[in-house]
């Protein structure tokens, strides 16, 4: 007999089923522990409106912690023959207790039993990606704290423009990596609605303990319409991979201020060789590949959002289409989850050229701080912005670290303010 949920007997074409199918069942290995979680939650609930006795339960209770440790050790795996965690969790019970096993599924449909474990998914990667994004902030504002007056130069359109410091260009990363973090709780809350109870999108005719089963499950409260429900697939994880793409384009800029960095060019920064490959042809050559692994994997996160957008114009009620939302889904997590892991690794192993950046603050760098000087002397400042720009070039070399402690506007060089980003985190 086949394990399959939906299976009412008669013949399937093979190629169809296999076309169908695709790699759900690979892609489900990544569901099963919170499908196993979802479905403890979800018997524990039939038990206590009485679909579920109190010894069938005791016995699919330890038939559920056998497929977790099973699971957990790599043995109990789902396979072509499931099609997918749910079939393989079902069939593994009815093998083991019979018509116990049977009773697992009432109440509950496939669609709002994916729907479940991929919310509890989607809050374990969205957990584990806000801390990742701290400790990368955290990194960054150390740095900021150490070199905090140490100075560079600041560039608008890549070209040198005014005294800067490593200070504020690493707080200006931290900032904006805690910025990312307001989205990524954000999606966090919108995770944080149970769909279990809800079946194929209508609801069944069972007084289920829908509120039980969310709290049990650590849900902070339900997706209380069942047509909203089934909605909320695909558009949720639109929502929770902008989140990591937003966490995604601050990365990406570190990435690419330290590809420019690491030029011969620039020389302001070198990476330890621990994180840099080699060249197969040229001896000579150590390359920052992890930076710029680092700077393209915003375009995975955010190709998964355009293919999970694509998917979306959907009437209402369960469509097949949504099947293919796993597979961005868990690649676009992965990639961000990976990538933001790397940021404190690639913090620990610069080596700032201190010389090399203090001697590229040539003297037009200076040309504002001359210019806001003879403003504060009473010449009006469009009048003493022409009169620089007429003196650029016989303009001498300004000192730095005065330019630095004079820049006292808040968050500016002189007055970092690194405590109250700290706060946030």
């Known amino acids: 007999m086949s394990g399959k949920l939906w299976d009412k007997g008669g013949v399937s074409d093979a190629e169809m089923m296999r076309y169908t199918a695709r790699d759900d069942w690979q892609l489900d290995q990544a569901l099963l522990p919170h499908d196993l979680r979802a479905t403890r939650a979800h ?6 409106v009485g679909v579920v006795a109190n010894e069938e339960l005791a016995a699919l209770e330890a038939g559920l912690d056998e497929l977790d440790a099973r699971a957990a050790s790599g043995e109990f795996r789902v396979t072509p023959a499931d099609e997918d965690c749910h079939s393989a969790i079902e069939a593994a019970l009815v093998a ?13 449909s496939r669609n709002d039993q994916v729907l479940v474990a991929l919310r509890l998914y989607e809050k374990d990667a969205l957990a ?55 989205a990524v709780e954000a999606a966090a809350r919108q995770c944080d609605r149970c769909p279990l109870g ?20 650590g849900f902070g409260s339900l997706c209380v319409n069942p047509v909203a429900a089934q909605a909320s697939r695909g558009s949720v994880e639109v929502a929770v991979l902008t989140a990591a793409w937003q966490v995604m384009t601050a990365i990406r800029r570190f990435a690419w201020d330290l590809s420019l960095f690491t030029t ?23 390359n920052p590949d992890v930076v710029e692994l680092m700077r393209a994997a915003s375009g995975v996160v955010q190709g ?18 949504l099947q293919l939302t796993k597979a961005p889904l868990f690649r676009g997590l992965d990639e961000a989850l990976a990538t933001t892991r790397m940021v404190p690794r690639v913090v620990a192993g610069m080596t700032l050229d201190r010389a090399r950046m203090r001697t590229a603050l040539t003297p037009d760098c200076f040309a504002t701080d001359r210019a806001v000087e003879l403003a504060l002397a009473g010449v ?42 700290r706060a946030r985190l």
């Open 304 to 321: 998964a959002i355009a293919e999970l957008m694509g998917m979306l114009s959907l009437p209402s009620g369960y469509q097949r289409d």
């Open 198 to 217: 809800t079946a194929a999108g209508y609801g069944v005719n069972l007084a289920l303990d829908r509120e039980g089963v969310a709290a049990e499950l």
């Open 380 to 421: 009006p400042f469009r009048d003493a912005y022409r009169q620089v720009a007429n003196e650029v070039a016989s303009l001498e070399a300004g000192d730095p670290d005065r330019s630095l402690r004079e820049r006292t506007s808040p968050g500016a060089c002189g007055d970092l303010r690194l405590e109250q980003i």
């Open 96 to 108: 083991k207790l019979g018509e116990a096993g049977k009773k697992v599924h009432t109440g509950r």
């Open 43 to 48: 018997v524990r609930g039939l038990a206590r």
């Open 128 to 182: 584990r990606l806000a801390e990742a994004t701290r400790q990368g902030a955290v990194a960054l504002l150390d740095l900021a704290e150490r070199e905090a007056m140490t100075p560079m130069p600041g560039y608008t359109h890549l070209q040198r423009a005014v005294p800067s410091s490593v200070g504020l260009w690493a707080a200006g990363i931290a900032e904006s990596l805690v910025d990312a973090l307001d």
């Open 264 to 286: 011969a060019e620039f020389a302001f920064v070198k990476l330890d060789d621990a994180l840099t490959t080699g060249s197969s042809i040229m001896p000579n050559k150590r």
